[in-house]
């Protein structure tokens, strides 16, 4: 008699929604998980408290879902409030969903190429920066609950109409790229760091924008290795489940990266595979990985949307040479740069990977929450110096590419000259506000509502704090 076998205690799942937005995955994409998946939603305001605890209430190990970018800060909150809770993809996976700044930090952190990009929370220093810069450049909205379809990037042709555009928009910080003139984007969709959709965007005659939504096409055929290599780099580093790339082919052959997220338009039968690849991931290999051959969608591809937004659950033999006519990648090959390799070879080279459980933070909000915490008016950071935790940038003044020279340093020291340069606040008192407000709150404060400085400190008079804003405004002017 087959004796049945003991398998470990799965983890409890449950998927994480949002009032108002759209899901990603439903439980239909976990078809054959044998237990029950629960379901935990955020309300929205002042909802966090709550959703903390039904979270724990349910017992939930594993929670799945993608943060739409508005409540991506509040999440990195509640994910410190649940540390027994695995947040699929992480918190800091989905870093780059928040915004184009975040994409900007991930690819100078890991070296990818993108366009050269400069972003601005000093105003003062954005308009300099128009000034001696040159033209075409590209203006976009970083962040912004309705950020897609290039409805919030511009190209400028002058240093008129980049002020002029600014001025309009008002966008923060201001974020600006070299224009790369570019025959075409292609969107690289992965899963555990495999390629397993591609096509290309080509943008209207005559037009830049390569968005679909604009009116451009889009194709599956022949996207060339090398750039599924790339995408395949940026997933890694991300170490993200599933991902999306949007990569520019430009005119000078060279690619790059103009967005990443966990966040896309995906059909179902990829969220399928996707919901697949997790049940493989959680249940440590009793649920199968889901075969899904390189270059599967230029076969697909030849199918109407329509009924790709139908089909699911797609599943793929393995090829076996001696099985005759096995299924399609038999006699196909691709050319690469390093020569004609067949589909079934290549497809050994991409294996679907799982990717690592990490328990520490690689982008805490109090370090790289430069909207919230910069505000308006401070940090000015120049293309691939991503600065550092300010602690470090404080004690080490080494620059990290020849193009750093201009960030900021804003020590410890700084604020405390500062703050003596006052009438009235002396060693002492400068030391009880930095006690009570590290370097990061106080220029938060002091941006955005100095009053609190008062409320804190009853013999910070307003006079004083008068001058505080005046001599803070200068040291501004030397920064
Ligand atoms: N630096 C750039 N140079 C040239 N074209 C760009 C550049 N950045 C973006 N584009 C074009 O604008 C489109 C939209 O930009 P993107 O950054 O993807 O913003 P979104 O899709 O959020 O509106 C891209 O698909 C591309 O066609
Ligand atoms: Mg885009």
Redesign the pocket.
Known sequence: MAKKTKHAKLPRLGMLYLDHVLRFFDKSNFRGWPDKIETVVYHWKNDKDRFVKEVRRKKIDILIGNIPATAYETFREIARELPHVQFIPSMDTQFSNKS?ENVTRFAWKYDIPI?KTYIYYDKQKAEKFIDKTEFPK?I?KSYGPS???????HKVDSAQEAHNLLAQKKYHPAYF????P?SA?VRVMLIGHKPVCAFW?R?PEGE????TSQGGSMDYMDVPKELLDLAVQVSKNANAEYWAC?I?VGEDGKYRI??CATAFAAFPYIRDWIGQYLMWKFSDGRFPLPHIPLYNWEELGKMDASVLRTLRYITFGRYTPSYDGAYFLDKKSKQTEEGEIYLHELDALYPILCTEDRTSEEWPSEVWNFQDNYGRTIRKVHAKSNPRPLEAIASDETAQSEEVEETILLSEENLERLLTSVDGIGKKKSAKILKKFDTLALVHALETEPERLSEAFSWLKSKMLKKLMKQWDAFKETL
């Open positions: 184009k366009p590209i976009k950020n897609y379809g290039g409805y919030f990037v790229q070299d224009f790369v570019m984007d965007r943008p830049w924008l390569t968005n949007d520019a103009l967005e």
